[in-house]
């Protein structure tokens, strides 16, 4: 390793610090540099590997004649092409099973309750990702040790995990333990540093998860393990290297825990002044609110966490007054519920709906603050001609025909004809005019993914399924504002709290047309909806612009990382 190459580790870190995957890559690159020989210096007095491999040899010969171990399978000879990289002078490669011998344990039978509840501690593969192994969930008994294909691993026994979700993670054990079959554990030979191999294991993680991939269930088995081929240092080597490594992942672990302070303090700090905009009654507290964040706007947004709460802060501002001026001169919003009314009656009349009953008077304790001049409150039934849903029967398929929507068309906020299926013209036909969603409706899924408004601007017709709420506007339904209170952090809470079901929530159409909802002066809800549409724009400008400064933080730390 020369000194160049330490130098441009020590830069590494400032950049890693940066990029949002860096500690992580910076981790990996440390392992990688120190399996190549390239994070230590080497010295011509160690002792060379291929010495250490005899002594390995002749410890291996005592321990077959001391009866501990069987005489091992010969391993193949490790040819030219399998190599990968040149190693420093002193190292040699070598195959996993040259330097440890390897065994999985296995499951005692859990119809025999005598096997469980012992003394002897039983690892299973998703233990083996703690690392340092000092416990287990299960223990069993010297019964199931006696009768069962177990053996006891003894303290600093290497694990590798060799199924499902946990292949290839690594730990060694502070313990005496048994494991089960989905674990291969490692006794190393005594001119082996342990936490060496552990390192090294860590290193080749993705090798592993590679040979294990294709299968319903992936794994790799015991003899891909032991003819995995490692580089091997000399024995005083690899203990610098372990300290070398120890230290530089503590390192890591200091920026990864200043990270998240400064991740956690720059989250509380945005979530007080958006609480201080919230909950400000009078126009110059909420004139201060507003001129810290902007003071602060570019460490505040530098995260999408914030700007998502920023959206939710914009609605919520919206349906309580505070985003746009009021203007005296705007016909109140009881004037707009009285237009609605009167178109109401004439669909009543023309026989497309029937008569609502009416719904108990919104009383003052129930209004959780208080609306400008102007403002009323009203029931979400109050502002549209109908809240319906679908069809409950299920309709007659079509190869073509009408296209009949279902949640995973509408689940992206907008109507999507894609791989939709078909109802025949007829089944459409028969249906209500409030079951036909039409231009200037809207849609609101309340089954699974409830809660999530849709406005109608297809000139094409559909239909849709009974976990889709229609609701059918008049001329003077204020579509566009509704479309973004229902959007609302405010209005999905509400959807939540009248929920049914347990596996699967649905938002009853009785509690939705009763959710109450705030009403402003039409042409103030004009100015809503314009400056709403403009700061979501600026919000998604924002995340363009945190996703460009993360794409090139990382290609630099790409950049960098390469040159080593």
């Not at 505040?300 to 609605?315: D, G």
Request: proline fraction near 6%; charge should be neutral; include cysteine.
């Amino acid at each position: 390793m020369n000194k160049g190459t330490v130098e441009l580790l020590e830069k590494h870190f400032d950049i890693a610090f940066a990029a949002p995957d860096g500690i992580k890559k910076m981790r990996e690159l440390i392992l990688t540099l120190a399996m190549q020989g390239k994070l230590v210096e080497q010295d011509p007095q160690d002792q060379p590997a291929s010495e250490l491999l005899k002594e390995i040899e002749a410890e291996k010969r005592r321990l077959v004649k001391e009866g501990k171990i069987k005489t091992p399978k010969p391993l193949p000879e490790i040819k030219p092409e399998e190599v990968t990289y040149q190693l420093p002078d002193g190292w040699e490669w070598v195959r996993l099973g040259e330097i440890g011998f390897w065994k999985s344990g296995t499951t005692p039978s859990r119809t025999n309750s005598a096997y469980y509840g012992g003394t002897i501690p039983w690892v299973k593969s998703g233990e083996v990702k703690q690392g340092r192994i000092s416990s287990t969930e299960e223990m069993i008994t010297e019964k199931a040790l006696s009768e069962c294909s177990l053996n006891i691993n003894p303290v600093g026994a290497v694990l590798i995990a060799m199924y499902g979700a946990n292949i290839g993670e690594v730990g060694i054990l502070e313990i005496e333990a048994t494991t089960n079959q989905a674990v291969c554990a490692c006794t190393t030979y005594s001119l082996i540093d342990k936490t060496f191999l552990l390192n090294l294991l860590i290193s080749i993680k993705p090798n592993f998860v590679g040979q294990g991939a294709g299968a319903a269930q992936p794994n790799i088995s015991r003899e891909k393990i032991i003819n995995t081929i490692i580089p091997l240092p000399p024995l005083a080597e690899q203990q610098r290297i372990v300290a070398r490594i120890d230290q530089l992942m503590a390192r890591c672990d200091e920026l990864e825990n200043l990270r998240a302070e400064r991740v956690q303090k720059r989250l509380a700090v945005h979530t007080a002044a958006l609480n201080r905009l919230l909950v400000a009654q009078e126009r110059d507290s909420f004139a201060d609110a507003w001129q810290f964040i902007t003071r602060h706007f570019g460490q505040l947004y530098s995260v999408k966490e914030n700007v998502a709460e920023l959206r939710k802060t914009i609605l919520q501002l919206a349906v309580m007054g505070k985003l746009v001026p009021q203007d005296p001169n705007d016909p109140p919003a009881s004037a707009l519920l009285k237009e609605i009314e009167t178109e109401k009656r004439r669909l009543v009349k023309e026989g497309k709906i029937k008569k609502a009953n009416p719904l108990q008077e919104i009383k003052a304790e129930e209004m959780p603050y208080q609306l400008p001049d102007g403002w009323e409150w009203c029931y979400l039934q109050d502002v549209f001609a109908l809240v319906t849903d679908g069809d409950h029967q299920a309709p007659p398929k079509s190869e073509a025909g009408i296209p009949f929507l279902v949640i995973g068309n509408l689940n992206k906020g907008s109507v999507s004809m894609d791989r939709c299926r078909f109802v025949p013209d007829t089944y459409y036909d028969s249906l209500d005019w409030g079951r036909k969603p039409t231009n200037s409706d809207l849609l609101y899924t309340v089954t699974g993914s409830y809660g999530i408004p849709i406005r109608v601007d297809a000139d094409q017709a559909f239909c849709v399924q009974r976990h889709v709420a229609i609701l059918k506007s008049s001329k003077s339904s204020p579509v566009d504002y509704i479309a973004r209170l229902l959007s609302s952090k405010v209005a999905f809470q509400y959807a939540t709290s009248i929920a049914t079901g347990i596996a699967q929530k649905t938002v009853p159409l009785t509690g939705l047309r009763k959710m109450p909802i705030v009403l402003p002066p039409l042409p103030e809800q004009q100015r809503i909806v314009a400056k709403i549409d403009h700061l979501m724009a600026l919000c998604d400008q924002l995340e363009q612009q945190i996703d460009a400064a993360t794409t090139k933080q990382s290609a630099l730390l790409n950049a960098v990382m390469a040159q080593l």
